[in-house]
């Protein structure tokens, strides 16, 4: 499968955003679905995740009650609406997707296939 993020772009705090994550290839239902996030001289960390099946949703303490993952298999495309910015938020930020049921889904290897990152700067 292939994916490609886009919608990021430059928000005061206090902002909302949201991206999104196009795939193509094999049907999309049938995968699991995280985004990521990694600012300079950081590493990828992890931010949401939609598993496959069910649609459960998890997210990283940081951005609960802000961030919200969703998905639409009728386009093969997830979201993640982020809202609340701040500036700590300001990362590239990356889609990914498994096949492969997890044990948590919180880790980048835990993933297969990844898209191109798309900016995300939050301005105090």
């Known amino acids: 499968v292939q994916l490609q993020a886009f919608g990021g772009g430059l928000v005061q705090a206090g902002g909302s955003l949201k991206l999104s994550c196009a795939a193509s290839?094999?049907?999309?239902?049938?995968?699991?679905m995280g985004w990521f996030r990694q600012a300079p001289g950081k590493e990828r960390e992890f931010v949401a995740t939609?598993?496959?099946?069910?649609?459960?949703?998890y997210y990283t303490d940081s951005v609960k009650g802000r961030f919200t993952i969703s998905r639409d298999n009728a386009k093969n495309t997830v979201y993640l609406q982020m809202n609340s910015l701040k500036p700590e938020d300001t990362a590239l930020y990356y889609c990914?997707?498994?096949?492969?049921?997890?044990?948590?889904?919180?880790?980048?290897?835990?993933?297969?296939?990844w898209g191109q990152g798309t900016q995300v700067t939050v301005s105090s």
């Open positions: 939609i598993r496959r099946g069910d649609d459960r949703t």
């Open positions: 290839g094999r049907t999309f239902s049938i995968y699991s």
């Open positions: 990914a997707a498994t096949q492969a049921y997890r044990a948590s889904y919180y880790y980048p290897n835990e993933y297969d296939y």
